[in-house]
């Protein structure tokens, strides 16, 4: 991963944009940006980010690549597309966010411990098993995602909730024996190795 | 047309006004105390028959004075159309029956209402005289256009075009101006409708310069006429019959006549040198006008930096470097293209240097006007060059290229960037003669003996003198009077192309900085507006804003006292002194405002319509009811462009306007008499509202000066109201635009609270 990394700053050097447009999923739009604001306005987190959108659109065009792909900023958003629909130049703001989350997370310059990246990553993990996300198997991963004890706290405190949804048919605790899932499971996760492949391929012809 | 006076008074019943007011007893107005020999009632006067029972009166009984009692002056203009004779008109619609409510309790006062309108109007119509055109003006179809690039020659084929001939006087050895000099120019068009918005789409791009074009038709007009290396060294006249030298560098006179003047003397560019901090000194610090040249010089090839010869690859712009700023040594405006020109400039560089060359353009507020305007900055997007929002504070020597430090905006944070080549964006200055006016500005508010003394002092003082562009020789100076920072004053909204000298229009960047496109179109706006001046002059009638009025001032030899008043004050410098020191009007440089007729202490100047006795005798023929009856008279000057007009309105959309009030409308404020004033207190009115349009440098005053000057005179009623022992505030000068709908009427009520306050007039009798 570093050594992608490496490759990437020994290519670019200093241009970063020209970096962002080649490897991140939009990251073509990020030059037409017109430094408006509106996004960083609308975002409902915007006051959580260390940079709003509009100012990591203007520290990549300033070369500012560690800064921005450290950054836990765009790890912020929660995908609710406000940004897109009011960009008056249409930009797709919530694609780049997660492109350029994407990006840093090959690289391996993503933050650790960030918790929205940590839940990604036990969300994929949890469905590539069977193809459905086992909801019973999610919660508990990320109870326990901080140690035994700390799994044991949260989950107490949550347990009224989680009866409750027994009760309701929300979750069902058989599904803590395998659970259900897709009916080719091996063929959904041969597809998905498939296009992790193209995609690494395409970003090491970009090295 | 004989000259006794031959009076006929028509009144119009339609509209309500025969149901709300008593028709027989204002025709004993107009008869009896009017003096009018007959008075025609019509049920609707300005329909066709009614038209006729006017026409009729005119071409079979030969009258020539009309006075009309129907709807506001303002109404029905293309109706009550009768140039041949002398015409008033009382308000009895908008003035009276609208103005004022419905019901038995204020019947009284509204007929009193319009049986003064009617004394009013007949009185007015008496003291009236048929206008007629002098007949100084012959027809000349021949325009003088000042300055020989992309404005003026705009003009001349557009001015050819409709048939007129034309000089262009070019200082220079050439056509074309600076813009024949650019590599390439501003985009004129937006992508087309429909042009998708993605990242390979079409924009629009830097254009091929076309002026050569422009030149090329210019000289194969056989309607226009080129004098280069010259200038207009001497202009006589006046719309219609202009006197223009025409000296060239080697000495040759021409002099011709023409109809009207276009100056488009265009811009010159900023000095940046006088701001250090700016490194224009270094190598590889040039301007944008400068980088045209290199562009143009390296044809499709890369643009290489000034120091060493090296191929550039990167390149910062310093977007209003040196401009619109209010610190010493700077524009105090912006000239609102830079950010265009940067673009362009930069899209040189991406398809001449390569698209790996680095191009930031360094802006605080990006600007781009015109049509392509946001699609031009999408394109410079597109092919990447770099927008950064930043204050630069400094533009450092790299010995080879350049850094500039700036303050990124964004990022809040100090930047330092290297590059080999920095471009200036400077702005553009007007290349405008001296303003007649400047002197007299600064001196505004000095008692006589210290304006003196700073004259002196200022003449001594300014080595530096600007050289004249016309050379006219008004008494008010020799150039077109300036607004501010040097661009010549004319009404941005509501008439761009007057200038404040009739006949003359100024266009292009002398006017305001603008771009090839735009001085096209203002170009081809001034060519027209010449031609008007040029054919209204030939029929001695107005151009602006009295439209085809053909009364000019006239004055009383014996009585005028060389007090020059009326030749300084006139906003438009239109009158000069004649040999024996006598007031000169030149009637078709005059816009009919009647400042000079407001400004004469001896009330010698007057109009064929428009007197101190037109006015006069109207406000005197008011029935002022004696101070038993307790019914105050207020008189209100309302200027007829916007005060009289929102009045109107107001009585349109159902405001109530004072029954005590009588409205005369003036032409403009500056017009306004004392002595009319110092009448109507003698005469017993208990108060004067004078409403006249914004003044200063948004003004909205139609004679750009009038109620300036209105104002400054109406300081000293203070003292003429205390010689009759009145409360000074019985006269109020308010100003009011065309929208003051509701506060006009108030304005009037505000006057009768007063008047409630200090009590009625001692002078009724």
Redesign the interface.
């Known amino acids: 991963m570093s050594d992608m990394n490496t490759a990437m700053v020994e290519k670019y050097r200093n241009d970063f944009l020209k970096e962002v447009v080649a490897n991140v999923e939009e990251g073509h739009w990020v030059k037409m940006c017109m430094q408006c604001g509106v996004c960083s306005g609308s975002c409902p987190l915007g006051p959580h980010w260390a940079h709003p959108p509009q100012e990591i659109f203007m520290m990549i065009r300033a070369g500012k690549r560690d800064e921005v792909l450290s950054s836990d900023s765009m790890w912020m958003c929660t995908s609710c597309y406000n940004c897109i629909v009011r960009c008056p130049r249409e930009l797709p703001i919530t694609h780049i966010m997660h492109g350029l989350a994407t990006y840093a997370k090959r690289l391996g310059l993503a933050p650790r411990n960030q918790p929205t990246s940590q839940f990604s990553e036990i969300f994929w993990n949890n469905m590539m098993k069977r193809g459905r996300v086992n909801e019973l198997k999610l919660g508990l991963s990320l109870y326990f995602k901080d140690g035994f004890g700390q799994g044991v706290k949260n989950a107490l405190a949550n347990q009224k909730l989680g009866m409750n949804m027994m009760k309701a048919k929300r979750m069902s605790p058989a599904e803590f024996f395998g659970g259900h899932g897709v009916e080719d499971t091996s063929g959904l996760q041969k597809m998905i190795k498939k296009a992790e492949e193209i995609e690494l391929a395409r970003l090491n012809a970009n090295k | 047309m004989s000259d006794e006076k031959k009076f006929a008074a028509f009144t119009c019943t339609g509209c309500g006004i025969g149901d709300r007011l008593d028709v027989k007893q204002l025709e004993m107005t107009a008869t009896r105390d009017g003096k009018m020999p007959s008075c025609q009632t019509h049920e609707m006067l300005c329909s066709k028959e009614g038209v006729a029972m006017i026409q009729n009166a005119i071409d079979n009984d030969g009258v020539n004075h009309i006075m009309i009692a129907a709807c506001s002056r303002r109404a029905k203009i293309e109706a009550f159309h009768f140039p041949t004779v002398a015409m008033s008109r009382a308000n009895l619609r908008e003035g009276v029956i609208w103005a004022r409510p419905e019901g038995d309790e204020h019947q009284e006062t509204t007929q009193e209402m319009a049986d003064d309108y009617i004394r009013m109007a007949c009185a007015e119509v008496r003291f009236m005289e048929v206008s007629q055109p002098s007949g100084e003006q012959g027809c000349v179809e021949n325009i003088l256009i000042v300055g020989g690039g992309v404005s003026g020659m705009t003009a001349a084929l557009e001015a050819a075009a409709a048939g007129f001939h034309c000089h262009i006087v070019e200082k220079e050895g050439q056509l074309g101006g600076w813009a024949a000099r650019w590599h390439k120019r501003i985009p004129f068009r937006a992508a087309p409708e429909g042009t998708p918005?993605t990242?390979t789409a079409y924009l629009p791009e830097p254009v091929d310069n076309d002026v050569a074009d422009l030149i090329a038709q210019v000289e194969a007009n056989d309607k226009i006429t080129v004098h280069l290396n010259a200038r207009v060294t001497r202009t006589s006249g006046a719309p219609g019959r202009f006197s223009a030298d025409i000296t060239t560098e080697s000495g040759q006179l021409v002099t011709e006549n023409y109809g009207a003047i276009v100056q488009a003397s265009g811009w010159k560019p900023f000095d940046i040198d006088s701001l250090p901090k700016y490194g224009h000194q270094h190598p590889d610090v040039i301007t944008n006008v400068e980088l045209e040249q290199m562009a143009r010089e390296a044809g499709d090839g890369p643009i290489k930096r000034p120091s060493d010869g090296k191929e550039v690859k990167s390149v910062a712009f310093v977007q209003n470097a040196g401009q619109a700023s209010d610190k010493e040594g700077y524009l105090p405006y912006h000239s609102g293209i830079g950010d265009l020109v940067s673009i362009k400039q930069a899209l040189y560089f991406k398809a001449q240097n390569g698209d790996d060359c680095?191009t930031t353009i360094l802006y605080n507020n990006?600007r781009t006007p015109g049509a392509a305007g946001e699609d031009f900055?999408?394109s410079g997007?597109?092919k990447?060059v770099?927008?950064?929002?930043g204050e630069v504070n400094e533009v450092a020597n790299g010995g080879n290229g350049a850094t500039v430090r700036f303050k990124?905006k964004?990022?809040d944070e100090d930047?330092e960037l290297p590059v080999d080549l920095v471009v200036l964006d400077i702005g553009m200055v007007p290349n405008a003669g001296p303003d007649p006016y400047a002197a007299n500005e600064s001196l505004e508010g000095m008692s006589d003996e210290d304006r003196e003394e700073a004259k002196e002092k200022m003449a001594s003082e300014t080595a530096v003198t600007v050289e004249s562009i016309l050379n006219l020789d008004y008494r008010q100076g020799t150039d077109l009077p300036q607004l501010k920072w040097g661009f010549t004053d004319s009404h941005f909204i509501c008439f761009p192309y007057e200038t404040r000298r009739t006949g003359i229009y100024a266009c292009g960047p002398v006017r305001r900085p603008m771009d090839i496109r735009q001085a096209q179109d203002d170009a081809t706006g001034a060519a027209m507006k010449a031609i008007q001046a040029a054919v209204h002059a030939t029929h001695g009638e107005a151009v602006h804003p009295r439209v085809g009025d053909l009364s000019y001032p006239r004055f009383r030899k014996e009585g005028c006292t060389q007090c020059k008043r009326c030749t300084v004050e006139c906003p438009f410098g239109a009158i000069n002194e004649d040999e024996q020191r006598y007031p000169q009007f030149n009637e078709s440089r005059c816009r009919r405002c009647g400042t000079c007729m407001g400004a004469c202490p001896v009330r010698v100047i007057s109009f064929a319509n428009y007197s101190i006795d037109t006015v006069g005798q109207q406000l005197k023929n008011v029935d002022i009811p004696d101070e038993f009856e307790e019914k105050p008279r207020i008189l209100v000057l309302a200027c007829e462009n916007d005060a009289y007009p929102a009045l109107d309105q107001a009585a349109m959309s159902g405001q109530e306007i004072s029954p005590w009030a009588r409205v005369i409308p003036v032409r403009c404020l500056g017009s306004v008499s004392l002595s009319w004033i110092n009448d109507s207190m003698n005469s017993g009115y208990d108060g004067v509202i004078m409403m006249g349009c914004k003044r200063g440098d948004d003004y909205q005053c139609h004679f750009v000066r009038g109620s300036t000057m209105a104002a400054e005179r109406m300081r000293k009623v203070g003292d003429t109201l205390q010689t009759l022992n009145l409360e000074p505030d019985r006269v109020a000068v308010h100003e009011v635009a065309i929208t003051d709908i509701e506060r006009a009427p108030r304005l009037i009520r505000e006057m009768e609270e007063v008047i409630e306050r200090v009590g009625l007039s001692p002078f009724k009798f």
Do not use: P
């Open positions: 918005n990242l680095d990006l900055y999408r997007q597109q990447m770099t927008f950064t929002k990124d964004i990022l930047v």
